[in-house]
């Protein structure tokens, strides 16, 4: 790779952080010396710098947007991570979220001034509970695992209002890792279910773990391996007959919303990722959203607040009279732009778009699988759901991993499919292309991983072993940085240029 003299390569920039940009007296702002002010904080003012940089404001600018063209996002290529549905956010839903009434309103204002957001909250609720054939849902849960711990507690509450104080929940082997962790949060044992050679939940297995000391069984479906669990209403049956509750992941509903109903499959919660079936913004640490619907066993339950419909007006209920809700899940109700973004999706699409959504991410992701089947190795090789899973086998004695394939994804413009995961398959490479994608989006991406399969047979594992080449970084040492990370900064000239 040529090197050029000023470290940048054509549009790709190589510049300092904004701390090593620092020099004292730059502002982008002019401000007059303040007047000598009474302190009113006690004798806690300021003495020095509090550390912030100078910069001006062209520096500024110029730094986030060279690091937003460093951003790989939905809006520059195709995102084929699996389990994880990054699909096109319409644009429909950013035009009426900024509407003026959602984009100014206020948590704290009082209710009578917020009647059309409530509204939008009433409305999202019932499309959810259509879609889903459950008569309740909590809308407060600000993510998917925000979701998990809602419908974990809104269970534990029913297990002890019946006086039953069950100690140990039921997870598959495939499961995301929130489900454990989410259970344990809520002070059960997890016991891990493996899977059969199917893909899917071991029945045998499941039958030997359950008794009345069970709580939950927390399943995702369609599952982490991209396949329907179709033992799913004999499981239902079952736990239920032992007196415990069924929770489901809702992080793949894309796959099947608009064609089954969780409820009519016996679940008793399961949280829905707005960001994942609903094309709101996902990720990045921004505002999530993860409403569960509730059974009518749970419904009870429910955190709160809640919205109820007194004629033509909404009123928050603030308050359980009943005492059975396990009490208030966070300070506010709920995250409202995801609300509203998620809402101008369903009646933009309709119930039959919303089915189609399904139909065609089955589609999307049954077609990547015809495609690249036979060049790498399918680890369940019947049809698929949402997404389509390979193992490491086809790169056996090449010297090529699936982390240098991923990494390989990257000179060629693509962000790496999910890797290693779920941890059942060895060298695992999780695809999942969404509904959104083109056949020539699907195309390119598979002509691109058949061509490093190539490559990889063909003996160049050296240059694998180095990339991405092309990328503002190189190859780094992702182990090094877990285990010893730069946490802090130290400014040129030590602490006392800081002061």
Request: charged share 25%; net charge negative.
């Given at each position: 790779m040529t090197e050029t003299i000023s470290g940048h390569r054509g549009l790709v920039m190589d510049e300092p952080l904004l701390f090593e940009q620092d020099e004292a007296g730059r502002t982008g702002v002019d401000l007059a010396e303040p007047e000598d002010l009474e302190c009113r904080l006690g004798g806690l003012e300021r003495k020095g710098r509090i550390g912030l940089p100078g910069l001006s404001e062209p520096q500024i600018v110029r730094h986030f947007t060279r690091l937003s063209q460093k951003n790989y996002a939905i809006d520059s290529g195709l995102y084929p991570l699996g389990s994880c549905t990054m699909k096109h956010n319409p644009r429909l839903n950013e035009k009426v979220v900024r509407l003026e009434g959602f984009a100014h309103a206020h948590p704290l204002q009082p209710v009578s001034t917020v009647q059309g957001c409530l509204d939008v909250i009433a409305t999202l609720a019932h499309w959810l509970t259509t879609l889903t054939g459950m008569p309740g849902v909590a809308m407060s849960p600000a993510a998917g695992a925000h979701g998990e711990l809602a419908g974990l507690m809104t269970i534990r509450a029913a297990l002890e209002d019946r006086g039953d104080a069950r100690k140990r929940v039921l997870v598959p082997e495939s499961a995301h890792g929130t489900n454990p962790a989410t259970a344990a949060h809520c002070g059960y044992e997890v016991d891990a279910i493996p899977a059969n050679d199917r893909g899917r939940l071991d029945l045998d297995a499941f039958k030997q773990a359950l008794d009345d000391d069970v709580a939950a069984l927390m399943l995702t479906n369609p599952n982490t391996c991209g396949l329907f669990e179709n033992d799913i209403i004999e499981v239902a049956r079952l736990l239920h007959d032992a007196g415990g509750f069924f929770y489901c992941d809702g992080a793949n509903f894309n796959a099947i919303v608009g064609r089954v109903r969780p409820g009519d499959l016996g679940v008793d919660a399961m949280h829905i990722n707005l960001h994942k079936t609903f094309s709101t913004p996902h990720g990045g640490g921004g505002p999530g959203s993860g409403p569960v619907v509730l059974s009518e066993a749970l419904v009870p339950y429910a955190p709160l607040p809640?919205?109820?419909?007194?004629?033509?007006?909404?009123?928050?209920?603030?308050?359980?009279?009943?005492?059975?809700?396990?009490?208030?899940?966070?300070?506010?109700?709920?995250q409202m732009g995801m609300f509203v973004r998620a809402l101008s999706y369903?009646?933009?699409?309709?119930?039959?778009?919303?089915?189609?959504?399904?139909?065609?991410?089955?589609?999307?992701?049954?077609?990547?699988?015809?495609?690249?089947?036979?060049?790498?190795?399918?680890?369940?090789?019947?049809?698929?759901?949402?997404?389509?899973?390979?193992?490491?086998?086809?790169l056996k004695d090449t010297g090529v991993t699936t982390l240098d394939i991923a990494k390989a994804m990257i000179d060629e413009g693509f962000h790496p499919m999910t890797m290693y995961f779920p941890l059942v398959v060895h060298g695992a490479m999780l695809i999942e292309p969404?509904?959104?994608?083109?056949?020539?989006?699907?195309?390119?991406?598979?002509?691109?991983?058949?061509?490093?399969?190539?490559?990889?047979?063909?003996?160049?594992?050296?240059?694998?072993?180095?990339?991405?080449?092309?990328?503002?970084?190189?190859?780094?040492?992702?182990?090094?940085?877990?285990?010893?990370?730069?946490?802090?900064?130290?400014?040129?000239?030590?602490?006392?240029?800081?002061?």
């Open positions: 809640y919205v109820v419909a007194d004629g033509d007006d909404y009123h928050l209920v603030e308050h359980d009279e009943g005492g059975k809700s396990f009490g208030r899940l966070r300070a506010f109700h709920g369903m009646m933009s699409h309709g119930s039959d778009g919303l089915r189609q959504v399904a139909e065609d991410a089955v589609l999307n992701a049954n077609y990547v699988m015809k495609r690249l089947k036979g060049t790498y190795h399918a680890a369940y090789p019947a049809p698929c759901m949402h997404e389509c899973l390979f193992d490491d086998q086809s969404t509904e959104t994608e083109s056949k020539q989006s699907l195309d390119q991406f598979c002509d691109t991983m058949v061509g490093l399969m190539r490559r990889a047979k063909e003996g160049d594992a050296e240059w694998f072993h180095t990339a991405p080449h092309l990328a503002p970084w190189r190859r780094l040492d992702e182990t090094a940085a877990a285990r010893h990370p730069v946490l802090t900064w130290q400014p040129p000239g030590g602490e006392e240029a800081a002061a």
